[in-house]
């Protein structure tokens, strides 16, 4: 069969045109991928310029301003230097504290023109007994003089604490009359308590032993009360509610204050001390958690050698200590009769006898916030450092007994805000019965 060429070439020619528009699309589609990857490459490699081009820029700043800051030390230092050199050589060191003129003339006054009496009324004590408290505390109070300041003397540091301690004054009121700061008075106060309370505590408060334990029998003897070496007492010390549980601190005549427990001798030296228990803490719990009633207990209810007891009726009597009927009744603890209806004579004779020998801590007690009157007012301190500050004022008060000072009768005025002591409660102590028969054969002494 022929085939009719013209049919032939038509379909040549549409097979042609079909492979050129095959052909046309996919260069088309290579076109536009080759166009794509050509511009996303280009805004990568712009965008890598500029992130060059930025970080080039901050580190050429950091280096400016290294180079600024490194140069600005440089002339600190030399201004410093410069500074130094001519402070050195500047004797009055103005440009280091606040102008006082008041205060060095008040002290060299003080210094030069107090007479004993004034001396005593102000520092409650002589000249020579204030000259060795300082001998005592003064490597504790030194401090080294430096290019930058002159430290205040030791004599001064203890004078500005002993002031605190006799009058009311704040530490407002103190700065002003000795011409340093509020917060060098604070500071002044804090290192002279603690070189009281710390260094020196353990050598003048300490419970008798030896010939100072005869000498305090014999004391209490000569006072109608025998084989007794000390009598105990409670009092408060008024403070400002703390923080923490304020509550516990309220005493029953509804201000806040602690619990000093003081020991003292026949000669109205304390010769133990124990302070910081809330106030709304019976006195009977005080003693059960002080050292000496531990001290006892562990020594078989003896808190003085045993060598000293003496036996009458066939009853053991040891060195003891007397208290009022706040205190339990305890083998070296001894108290008075209650029941005051039920008195006989023996027993009244021996209450007599115990409160008159028990008079030396009340009478200790009184001379001690009469001497140092921080004690009988509120003391607007910390509450954990009120017991350094009592402990610091006990150590005074047998440094000064100890030297025979002058207590004076002004002294012991009553402030007109002085809050009422809390009355005594009487302790309901169910091991009395146990300890009677000490207190029957001391009777029998009497």
């Not at 309370?197 to 408060?205: G, H, I, P, Q, T």
């Amino acid at each position: 069969m022929a085939v009719d060429p013209d049919v032939l070439m038509l379909q040549a020619v549409k097979m042609y045109t079909t492979t050129l528009r095959v052909q046309a699309h996919f260069l088309g589609m290579v076109h536009d991928f080759m166009m794509r990857k050509w511009t996303q490459n280009s805004c990568e490699q712009r965008v890598r310029a500029i992130r060059n081009a930025l970080k080039e820029k901050l580190k050429r700043s950091r280096e400016m301003f290294e180079a600024e800051r490194r140069a600005d030390l440089r002339c600190r230092r030399r201004r410093r230097l410069l500074l130094v050199s001519q402070f050195a050589l500047v004797s009055d060191r103005k440009m280091w504290r606040r102008e006082r003129p008041h205060g060095p003339v008040f002290w060299s006054n003080v210094l030069n023109n107090f007479d004993e009496d004034e001396w005593r009324g102000h520092f409650r004590m002589s000249r020579a007994t204030f000259d060795f408290v300082l001998e005592l505390v003064e490597p504790q109070l030194r401090r080294k003089t430096t290019n930058w300041r002159q430290p205040l003397e030791p004599r001064l540091r203890l004078a500005i604490a002993l002031w605190w301690y006799a009058t009311p004054c704040e530490y407002r009121s103190i700065s002003c009359i000795f011409g340093v700061g509020v917060a060098t008075v604070c500071v002044l106060v804090r290192q002279v308590t603690g070189a009281l309370s710390r260094a020196l505590s353990k050598r003048f408060v300490q419970l008798p032993s030896g010939a100072r334990l005869q000498e305090a029998m014999h004391g209490f003897a000569e006072r109608g009360y025998p084989m007794c070496a000390g009598a105990i007492h409670g009092t408060h010390i008024p403070i400002r509610p703390p923080p923490e549980d304020p509550l516990a601190y309220s005493n029953q005549k509804g201000w806040h204050s602690i619990v000093l427990q003081a020991v003292v001798d026949h000669n109205q030296c304390f010769t133990d001390v124990y302070v910081g228990w809330p106030g709304r803490t019976h006195d009977a719990q005080v003693l059960a958690n002080s050292p000496i009633s531990r001290k006892a207990e562990d020594q078989g209810g003896y808190l003085f050698p045993r060598e000293k007891s003496k036996t009458v009726n066939g009853v053991e009597i040891p060195v003891h200590l007397i208290g009022d009927q706040a205190y339990p009744l305890r083998n070296w603890l001894m108290k008075g009769f209650t029941n005051h209806h039920l008195f006989d004579q023996r027993q009244q004779s021996f209450n007599l006898r115990l409160n008159s020998a028990r008079m030396v801590v009340e009478n200790a007690l009184r001379r001690l916030k009469g001497r140092w009157r921080c004690l009988a007012k509120r003391l607007d301190i910390c509450t954990s450092f009120v017991s350094d500050v009592v402990v610091a004022c006990c150590v005074l008060h047998n440094i000064c007994e100890i030297n025979k000072e002058h207590f004076l009768p002004e002294w012991n005025t009553e402030l007109p805000d002085l809050p009422e002591e809390p009355e005594r409660v009487a302790n309901q102590d169910a091991q009395a019965q146990s300890h009677q028969a000490i207190r029957e054969a001391i009777m029998s002494l009497l």
